[in-house]
């Protein structure tokens, strides 16, 4: 594969630069809540950034019978959850979240939705703990719904290392015209997510997980292991999360047999076609089929039917050592332009994030691309993307990449999306770079981030990182969710080289994946990986109010000698480059890396020796974020 490689990532320096750090100052320490601290003090977590030797997470067993009726736009079913109490606590209640509830017209959301999208929420016909029949009646003492939220007063005391069974009937309309993430796209084409009761996380933090879903905020969910059998009319066909048990019951022969092709293929094979669609050739002769799917450890389940769209998919060996291979799947109508690449654009996705960056096999069987129609945006689940259609090919290569990537996070890493949203959609807006460069070399992903963060930096509703997710409903929540934490990695990665920020990554994963880190462990493992406290890049980046920006306080020239004086004006730093412009039309380059300001009141001076007429001097470049480019020229008058 040709790497694509960010010729500015090499923090090399000019040989005729003399570099002069001025004054100094030190940032040794990052504040740590006191929720968080008692975890780390309490051994649960650990200052070097690994789980201790006390950590522990709840887990549940599901059990769904679910159907889907397309001609009314409603899912129903039942289940048997098996709650498992690793906790220390005892536990008098449990949280059952009814996502769908937030379609209700007064509903508590984050924005306005359309009027027609409008439901009755999730109807509950019965909920049994053990062998208690609960009253769920608006007055109950026992059951309350709040929002999204079921609060469950349990009637008995779940003590530490104990389970109970949950038993549930349930259903709902699915909105139509599409949803919040999911929805009726209309021609039977649905994507299925946040769809059944699940209980909450009950975490070492914060307790019982009592934010309501409002729409911004999305995943926080423990792992857990599925048994779904899913019921659609015969002619439609379901992709979920984990393995389908029974695809010689429910598809015709030559599409088990193109199916098992796929997963040896690293070409692609047409598994469906619309010719296959007309001419009845794909699932079983049934008035209705049963769906068998099974996923072990993961945090969530959805799926996805249609009867028309069509199934592309190829593989691709993701372990040498082993041999294992990912199939990737694109799902939807040949109609759309970029669908005849989505198979190979996947695999070329699982390629790059199980060598190159994070440089971590791919932890499941397959990552499954639904296209849903709209013009664009995606909503991830584990193994299951729910996409649009955008128009230009590098934003279409971006999106598809980008919600392949929530893969590792928020899913395989357990990330808590609602509080730390930073924590995964940085990473999933960092990732796509190199392979968008690759493919579509003259768009400049890096180049179009950088911008959008530039836009809002340092502005009055630009938050923190730190800043809990569900509380940052400014209009640029999204560069502190997105733009800001993308950028950070950039500039971490040219600060430690890409060996070692891949080193300390791929740690990071190894430590923390089926479990819940926080952003101090993040942090902290970082710190242990790279055998230095990083605290003074960590706090400008993530946890303070501010922006970046560089500005030429003065340059002198005296004989052979230029001297620029460069100002780190804003508080958040980056690396430094420096181009010196000559009137015979040569250029020179000098690079530091952002550790230059670790030490330094904001000021570092370059000594640059030649004989030649300098022209202009230019401060940075189009990767480097720079709220104000303003003071980043200076012209020889």
Known sequence: ???????????????????????????????????????????????????????????SDYKINVEVFPDSSKVGGDEVII?????????????IRLYQDIMTRDALRDFPINFGM????VKIDYLIINSDTLDISPKSKTVRRNSTNMIVRLPEKLAPGQSLEVRTKWSFKIPENGGIRMGNYGD????????????????????????????????????????????VPGKYTVWATGELQNAREVYKPAIVERYRQAQNSDSTVHIITAADRKNNNVTADNEKNVWHFTAKNVTDFSFAISKHYSWDAA??????????????????????????????????????????????????????????????????????????????????????????AHTYFPFFMGINERKYAWMDEGWASFFPQETVDELVPEYDYLAGNVRSYEYAAGMETELP????????????????????PANAYRELMHLLGRDLFRKALREYITRWNGKHPLPYDFFFTFNDVAGEDLSWFWKPWFMEFGYPDLGIKNVEINGNTIEAAIEKIGNVPTRVEVTFEFTDGTKDVTQLSARTWKNSSGVVRIKYQTKKKLKKIILGNKHIPDANRSNNVYIVK
């Open 465 to 484: 990182p730190i800043v809990v997710s569900y509380s940052n409903k400014t209009r640029y929540m999204r560069i502190a969710f997105y733009n800001r």
């Open 118 to 121: 409008f439901t009755d929420g």
């Open 83 to 95: 709650y498992h109490n690793d906790s220390p606590d005892s536990l008098s209640r449990i949280v």
């Open 315 to 404: 593989s691709i060996e993701v372990d040498k050592s082993t041999g294992r291979r990912v199939l990737t799947e694109a799902v939807g109508s040949e109609d759309y332009k970029f669908f005849k690449d989505a198979a190979q654009i996947a695999r070329k996705t699982i390629e790059y994030m199980s060598f190159e960056l994070p440089g971590y096999p791919y932890p499941y069987s397959h990552t499954t691309t639904f296209f849903n129609k709209k013009r664009g945006g995606g909503m991830e689940t584990p193994m299951m993307a729910n996409d649009g259609q955008p128009t230009i090919r590098p934003r279409f290569i971006g999106l598809v990449f980008h919600e392949i």
């Open 188 to 231: 039977g084409d649905f994507f299925i997510a946040y769809w059944y009761p699940q209980i909450a996380v009950f975490d070492d933090i914060d307790g019982w997980d009592m934010v309501r879903y409002q729409g911004m905020v999305e995943f926080y969910n423990d792992f857990s292991n599925f048994d779904v059998n899913i019921t």
């Open 1 to 59: 594969m040709k790497k694509v490689r960010d010729k500015l990532f090499f923090l090399t320096l000019s040989f005729f630069a003399i570099i002069q750090v001025v004054a100094a100052q030190n940032k040794s320490e990052i504040y740590i809540p006191k929720n968080v601290k008692a975890s780390y003090e309490a051994g649960i977590r650990g200052y070097d950034g690994s789980p201790g030797a006390k950590y522990w997470q709840n887990h």
